[in-house]
Structures are given as C-alpha cells and as structure tokens.
C-alpha cells in the first residue's frame, strides 16, 4: 500500500472509501420488517450501513444481506464482523440455501410475508453496492489499510476542545501528516485542528512546541471543565486537562467565606469555579499577558466579573500588593510545579505588623522526585520557607499527595499547610 506524506488541508486526500457488493432483496415496504425477522441473521448488522436502503422515492426497499456478491479490493473481509464471503458469486447457492432456511421456519409459517419472501426468492438475488466509510474504524487498523501491516498505534491521544494534540513515537513520524488527515476526517468537524507534540513543555509560561498537522492553524478553543468554560489559545497559554479532578477535589474544599488568590492562574480554572461554584471572591495572577487576556474574557463568559480580579505580574509581587492592600486571601494556590517552592520567599515576614490578619491555607504544587516523593516534596517547600529541611516549627499538619505521576520518579504533587506565624511574623531580611 502507499501513502503520501505530504500535509494537506484536505480531509479528503486520502481514499478512505471501499467498495463493498452486498446480496439484496428487492421488496414491497409493507413486508420489509417481517421479512428482516424472518431472515434474521442472514441480513446485515452493524458495520454502519444500513441494511434497509430505500428507493424508487419510498416505493421499494432493499434488503442487505450479510453476504457479498465479491471480495472487496484493498480490504480483508476479516475486517467486517458480520459480513460473510460464504456465497461469493454463487447466487444461486445462496439463494437456495435461503429458501430451504426460511421453509423450515415454523412461526412464520402461515404468514403473507413468508409466502412473499418465497416467491422473492424464486428470482435472482440483487447486488447492492455500498460505498463504506473507512473512517468508522479505528485509527490502527485505518493505517493498516492506507499504510502498512507494520505500524502499530498503540498511543492515545488528548483533546483540548477542537483540538487534537499528539504526542507521536519516533516510528509514526514519517506518517505524521496522514496520521494527522485521518483524525480530522474521523472526528471533524467537532476536531478542527490536529497537533503533534515536537519539544517539552518549557519556559516560564509552560508551553511546548507544537507542529500543526492538520487543520485549521488557529489554536483558540474552547474546553468545558467543572461546570465552567475557558477559551483559551492552546499555542501560546498553559491547558492540562488532566487536571480537572485534581481542582475540582481543591475547589470543593472552599466555602463562600473564603477568599481566593491563585498566583499561577493561566486562564482562570481556580479563580473561575471557584467564583462560579462557592461564590468566592477571587483573585487571579498570571505572568503570561496572553493567559490573564483569556482569563478576563473567561470570568465574563462565566458570569463572575463581580466576583474575580485579575492581575498580570510576577507572583511574588502579587502576593505583596494583596497583602499591602489588605486584601487577606484565605487560601492561596501555586501551580507551578516545576519552581513554586522559589516564590515561598515571599511569606517570610509579610504579616509583621498584621498579627490580627488571618494567615492563609497554601496549596503549593511541586513535582516530588525519587524513591521518596512525599518526603522530597515537603523537602522543597520547606527550603523554599525558611531555607532548611529542619524548621523552627510542626511540620506534622502540612499535608503531602500525590496528583499525578508525570514520568518515572517524577510526581506532580501538592503540599497544603497552613502559612507558619514563624515564618509570616519572622524579621523581614
Ligand atoms: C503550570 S501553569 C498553571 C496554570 C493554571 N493554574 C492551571 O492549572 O491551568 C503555571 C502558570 O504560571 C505562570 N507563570 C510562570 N511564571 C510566573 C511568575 N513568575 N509569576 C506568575 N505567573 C507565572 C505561567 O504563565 C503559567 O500560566
């Protein structure tokens, strides 16, 4: 088999159709379903086409069996689970197996239709051509068929609205384009864009490189998560949505007496449920000016602009202007797993002089590595405090779990404590 890898915006530059030549019975639509039931496994099933075609404008029916009239080119019949090349150009075999089938039938026995169908019968069998939509199948066995026996395709895929981001082995990418043409033309036009992965997720705004392979070169979408919509642009802000559990778990924790600051916020899956869902006052900071863009346009779509207030500066400054402007967050989120320990700093001595301001809950997300995540990623946290493993305070009550695992020894995972008056009261340096 050939392919082309040359990239298109075609759907359609691949023959994804084949021909398949069904035996069929021409009959009058008052005896059709009776006819099916008398037949019952000899007609077809499944498979996506539809074994009762009509015609003439209503005036006939016909009826599919499940057995071809040729073996189709480029395809196995194996690849059919109900269709059967038993009576291959042997019309005649066919039709005679059929007639002694159905006489033998006892609960039709007196039925018009039963008579009807006999008579049918007695003339020769149609050929009824369908052309099947490869498209129907699975991805693997679409390659199989346009490309070789060899590939496999044992990856899965994620979706971000209508996009489709893959991650490709080595081994796939000199299909890449047609991999990427048959997923459109499968999923469109709820896909509108298919990527593929081509360098780590990198730089403060955690991005990665991407390579469009098919489709619509614009990367804004739309995803639902927990009850709220994001529209963000998947080329230029940070999206996971693998982590919709994990918020959702964070988000069902708050009550509408808490007051919310996310410092990490992208385009606003903390701030924006949390708004939405508990009635939260919120406050969302992200360095990335694309991200609180989507951010704003996102708390409008969801209705919360009341409640939620954006920021576009560096966290550690954010912190510092909430704390100068009084305004006291009872939890606090940091999703920056791969440097949020850093911006702990910022808490040492930031209550001196508010000793009556209520010190808040931090959720800091971390990546823990090693044998040890738990303790590598209370650890980070506790240097990013005060600088030593070994605190002037109970470390009993900070909570360790795990989010996710990212690769081996490498776990996204979240420390919650509550901010340590050692630390906020602490002499500022
Ligand atoms: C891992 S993402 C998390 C985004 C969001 N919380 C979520 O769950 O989708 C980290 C975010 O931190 C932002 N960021 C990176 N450095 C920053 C800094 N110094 N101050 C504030 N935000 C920063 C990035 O732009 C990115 O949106």
Redo the contacts with the bound molecule.
Sequence with gaps: MSYCSYKTESVSAYDLKVLLKFYSLSCEPKYCEEIRKILGKHVLKGNQIKSVQVEDGGKTRKLLLRYLSQLPARVSIEDFEHISSDFIQKEKELREYLYLTVSSEQSFENSAALQYLKELLSYELDEYQVSYDVRHWPLSKILKLLVSDTVSWPSSFETVGSIIHLNLREDLLPFKFLIGNILLAKHYPRIKTVVNKVSETSG???TFGMEILSGDSNLVTEVKENGCIYELDYGK????SK?EAE?RRVIETFSSQDIIA?????VG??VIPAAKLKRCIAFG????PV?VEFMSRNILRNGVSELVTTYCL??CSFIEQLIREEIYFTKLIM???SSSSDFLRVFKGLYRGRENAPLPTIYCYIFGRGPDPFKDALFSVLRGLVGTTDPPFDTSCFGVRTVRDVAPEKFHMLVEFELPAQVAYDEKT
């Design positions: 403060p705004f955690r802000v940070y999206w996971n982590l918020r996310d410092a990490f916020a992208g899956p903390f900071n992200d360095l990335n991200s560096d966290a999703n920056y797993p």
